[in-house]
Every structure is written in structure tokens, then in C-alpha cells.
């Protein structure tokens, strides 16, 4: 089977030729076929795609990377990463990690999300590109927090939605109105903190103890209640999660005001993905903040 050939092949890349124990398929989004590997040795998480763009496994095992550097932050080991060429199978291979929840999950999970915010970069945006799901993300590093967020972030899924014939004109209008006018409600001056990026229920994983674990990330330096602002559109955050964080990182009086403002980013990228069923929430923002 090509499959298992390819993956005892990059087992032995690492070090590991031991015998397969246990190998199933397991659930790992939309994108990627995963895979639970047991061998002698060790456990393993896969995943591998052929149909991938060039420097996606490494964005994200980069993202990994820079998230593993912060302090009491806890991401799954990258062993190995192999891009998609020819026509060939890329993969991830990464730790296998396993646990059930405690009671102080939660508030750890906001205690890790505190922490990671509290990691400041020099300037906003990343000195790489990446993906936020499957759609390319562009970045580049900026000083003014709000042409950061208007040109990397809102613009470019704008531009995107158009080619793919989702912005009609009078979305388009009001877009392009809120877009001047974002210095309303984002503030001139912010620290960039480093973000996950994609920050939501699914993204995160327990681990032995109970202790949570980030993965899947589309990291940058932002605005921390960008981050925050996510957590909060589809839910999936308990109570304990923002009590803990709150009280490591507070929330300023404004947030509540551009919350949907920060959270139009991220419907603008599900319509991208997933088509008008999200247009009418983008609307609902649009009308919010420009009528």
C-alpha cells in the first residue's frame, strides 16, 4: 500500500523502524487525511495531502515553531515535515497527544492564550506568509497596526471574494467605506502580540493532566483582541476560559465596541471557503458599522 510504504519510509527519516503497532485513520479537518501510527517505539499524529500548495506543511510546523518558544505554552512536537511534489504525498508528522479534561482545563487554556498574547514582537504581521485554513495569507511586516489589518487581513479576503464572484456591489461599497474608516474604532496605538490565528474551539487539544494543547495555528503578531474576538464568533469557550485570561490579560472597555468589527475578518474568510451561506453575516457587520 503507498500509504504505508510512504509513511514506514519517513518513520525511519526519524529515527523510528520499528514495527507498526496500530495505524487508523482519525479525524483532522477538511483539508488533510490523518492518521494514528503506533509503532515499537513511539505514537504518532499524520497528516498528508497530494493537492496542497507549496509551503503548507511548513507554515504550519513554522507556527508551531514560534508558539513552542513562549513560556507555558504547549504545542505538539514536529518531527517531521515533507512538502507535496510531483505529484507525490506531503505530510506532517507530529506528536501524538492524548488526555481527558479536569475541571482546570479551561482556566489553563485562558492562562496559555494570556500568555502566548504576552509575547510582543517588534512590528505587526509576520516575515512569512501562511494559511489561514487553505487560502494563502499574506503578511509582511507593518508598524501601524490598522494598514496591517487593512491590507493583510480585510483587503485581501475582499479581493479574494470578488474573484470568486461573492461581492456584490453594494457589499462591496460598504467594504470599501469601512475600510477608510477603520481608525473609528481600531486603535492607533496597540503592542503586537504574537496570536495563534485561528483560534477556535477545534484548534485545541488535551493533553496528559488535562493540559491544552494549541495546534493548527496561522500565527502572526497582532492585536491581541483580534484573537479574542474569534474565540467569541462561533464559540465553543467556556466561561473559565475568559475569566482566566481576563485576569492575566484585561480587555479594554472599547473591545466590545469592535469586536464584530474584528470578527468580519473571519466571516470573510468562511465565505471564502464555504460561499454566501456567511454573506448575510458579513452584512449584518457592514450595516453595523457604515449603515
Known amino acids: 500500500m503507498e500509504i504505508v510504504k510512504l509513511f514506514e519510509e519517513s518513520l525511519a527519516e526519524i529515527g523510528d523502524k520499528t514495527k507498526f503497532m496500530n495505524l487508523r485513520a482519525v479525524s483532522g479537518g477538511d483539508i488533510n487525511s490523518a492518521y494514528f501510527i503506533e ?3 513511539n505514537a504518532y499524529f499524520v497528516k498528508c495531502n497530494k493537492n496542497i500548495p507549496p509551503g503548507f506543511f511548513k507554515s504550519e510546523a513554522a507556527g508551531l515553531k514560534l508558539l513552542s518558544q513562549v513560556e507555558g505554552v504547549f504545542v505538539p512536537k514536529v518531527y517531521l515535515v515533507k512538502e507535496a511534489e510531483n505529484g507525490d504525498y506531503g505530510l506532517l508528522i507530529l506528536e501524538w ?5 479536569t475541571m ?3 482556566e489553563m487554556l485562558g492562562q496559555v492564550v494570556a500568555s502566548l498574547h504576552q509575547c510582543y514582537g517588534t512590528h505587526f504581521g509576520l516575515t512569512e506568509d501562511n494559511y489561514i485554513g487553505r487560502l494563502p495569507q499574506r503578511n509582511g511586516l507593518y508598524n501601524s497596526w490598522i494598514d496591517y489589518f487593512r491590507e493583510r487581513r480585510l483587503f485581501s479576503q475582499v479581493k479574494l471574494a470578488e474573484q470568486k464572484g461573492r461581492m456584490p456591489k453594494q457589499r462591496r461599497d460598504k467594504i470599501e467605506k469601512l475600510l477608510s474608516s477603520l481608525d473609528n474604532w481600531i486603535p492607533k496605538q496597540c503592542q503586537p502580540s504574537l496570536l495563534h490565528g485561528d483560534l477556535w474551539s477545534g484548534n485545541w487539544i488535551v493533553g496528559a493532566n488535562g493540559i ?7 500565527v502572526f503578531y497582532g492585536h491581541f483582541e483580534f484573537e479574542i474576538a474569534f474565540t467569541e464568533l462561533f464559540g465553543g469557550f467556556s466561561s473559565r476560559f475568559y475569566e482566566a485570561y481576563t485576569e492575566m490579560k484585561p480587555l479594554s472597555k472599547e473591545y466590545y465596541e469592535r469586536k464584530e468589527l474584528y470578527q468580519l475578518y473571519y466571516l470573510l474568510v468562511h465565505l471564502n471557503l464555504f460561499g ?3 454573506g448575510s453575516a458579513v452584512d449584518r457587520v457592514l450595516k453595523k458599522y457604515v449603515g
Open 97 to 101: 497527544i492524548e488526555g481527558k479534561k
Open 212 to 218: 491544552p494543547y494549541l495546534i493548527d495555528p496561522s
Open 39 to 41: 509503532t515499537e517505539r
Open 104 to 106: 482546570q482545563t479551561e
Open 276 to 278: 454566501e451561506m456567511y
